[in-house]
Structures are given as structure tokens and as C-alpha cells.
T-cell receptor, first 115, second 109 residues
Framework: DAMVIQNPRYQVTQFGKPVTLSCSQTLNHNVMYWYQQKSSQAPKLLFHYYDKDFNNEADTPDNFQSRRPNTSFCFLDIRSPGLGDAAMYLC??????????????FGPGTRLTVT | GENVEQHPSTLSVQEGDSAVIKCTYSDSASNYFPWYKQELGKGPQLIIDIRSNVGEKKDQRIAVTLNKTAKHFSLHITETQPEDSAVYFCAASFSKFYFGSGTKLNVKP
């Protein structure tokens, strides 16, 4: 089945130790998104790629970076995780996203714990 | 930017009853309104959506209504079942999603 896959599902990292979360999709969608979701809150958009074009949200900390080496894969890098970065990280995809809106399909998320 | 307000924050209903969740938005340019269901420890799952050229859409026990003039839209779940228990998020979008704050629905058997 076509889907959005996130690995790992659970990640524990130490304070200040770089960590990378991965997302892959078999939907062949143009747009890939990274959201941060803290407990009992709505998902917060960090950035998205439209094809190879990177779009950062204005309030996304510099500590968060992303790479999209090809259509199928997208990575979230947290350079120096702090305790406040502990959250669920959600990857989503949509077929398109310019000028009008398309359905976004979410992966199962990666739960990040910072010790 | 867009501002989406969602009410109530928690909703408890008896199995078989109906549940209604309401959202308002501020940006008249928003033209797409999805609803997501999120179960504990899982990613949001799209359950129904509506575009601004439609006033109502139904899919079995789930329906969504949209009032563009008043800038509000609602999710209706009929004949609720315990497996409907989850957090529901609305969103409004033109080019990116603005989520509501979520409603925790508890369906009591």
C-alpha cells in the first residue's frame, strides 16, 4: 500500500547530541512536510519541500534542518537537541501545494525523547 | 495569517449519541477544510474534508458542513462508537494548513 513511513518510531537522544529522523513515501507526492507536535497540542509546521525547493517557517529555530535527497525521502536533523525539543515529529506529504490546497497524508510519527 | 478556533476542547458522549465539533476561521481566502482523527501515539488520519465550493459532505456516519459567510465549519459524527474516541483536529488552508487546537472525544460504552 502507498504510504508515509517514518523511522524510527521512538528515538532517545542526549541533550546536545545531534539526531536525524527519517521519512519516506511511496505516494510519489511533490510536497513533504515536517511538523512538531507537543502533548495535547496541534501539529506545528516546521518546514516543507515543494520538490527540491525548501520552505522554512519564520519561527522554526535554526537548530532544525532538513534534507530531501530525492522525491521519496526527507530527513529532519536536530543539530543540538534541547529538553524543549522533546515531541512527536510528524512527516506529511501532499500531491501539490502551490496556490491551492491538497490533502495531506501523515506518517505515524517519531516520538523523540531528550535526556 | 489564518486563525482557527476549535470547540469544545473535550467532548464526552454516550455510545450511539451524536457528536458535533465546531471550528471558525478568519481568512476568507481559505478554501480547503480537512478534519483529522488522531489516536494516541499515532499520526493524524484524514477522515473527511470539504472545499469552499461545497456546503456539506457526508461519508457514512461522518459529515462536515461549511458556512463560508460566517467562516465556520463543523464535524458531525452520528451513532458514535467507542472506537470513535480520539483527538479530532480541524484545519483551514489556502496554501498551508492552520490547525485548530483539537477536541478530545470520549465515547462511553
Amino acid at each position: 500500500d502507498a504510504m508515509v513511513i517514518q523511522n524510527p518510531r521512538y528515538q532517545v537522544t542526549q541533550f546536545g547530541k545531534p539526531v536525524t529522523l527519517s521519512c519516506s513515501q511511496t505516494l510519489n507526492h511533490n510536497v513533504m512536510y515536517w511538523y512538531q507536535q507537543k502533548s495535547s497540542q496541534a501539529p506545528k509546521l516546521l518546514f516543507h519541500y515543494y520538490d527540491k525547493d525548501f520552505n522554512n517557517e519564520a519561527d522554526t529555530p535554526d537548530n532544525f534542518q532538513s534534507r530531501r535527497p530525492n522525491t521519496s525521502f526527507c530527513f529532519l536533523d536536530i543539530r543540538s537537541p534541547g529538553l524543549g525539543d522533546a515531541a512527536m515529529y510528524l512527516c506529511a506529504t501532499s500531491r501539490d501545494g502551490t496556490g491551492t490546497s491538497y490533502e495531506q497524508y501523515f506518517g505515524p510519527g517519531t516520538r523523540l525523547t531528550v535526556t | 495569517g489564518e486563525n482557527v478556533e476549535q470547540h469544545p476542547s473535550t467532548l464526552s458522549v454516550q455510545e450511539g449519541d451524536s457528536a458535533v465539533i465546531k471550528c471558525t476561521y478568519s481568512d476568507s481566502a481559505s478554501n480547503y477544510f480537512p478534519w483529522y482523527k488522531q489516536e494516541l501515539g499515532k499520526g493524524p488520519q484524514l477522515i473527511i474534508d470539504i472545499r469552499s465550493n461545497v456546503g456539506e459532505k457526508k461519508d457514512q456516519r461522518i459529515a462536515v458542513t461549511l458556512n463560508k459567510t460566517a467562516k465556520h465549519f463543523s464535524l458531525h459524527i452520528t451513532e458514535t462508537q467507542p472506537e470513535d474516541s480520539a483527538v479530532y483536529f480541524c484545519a483551514a488552508s489556502f496554501s498551508k494548513f492552520y490547525f485548530g487546537s483539537g477536541t478530545k472525544l470520549n465515547v462511553k460504552p
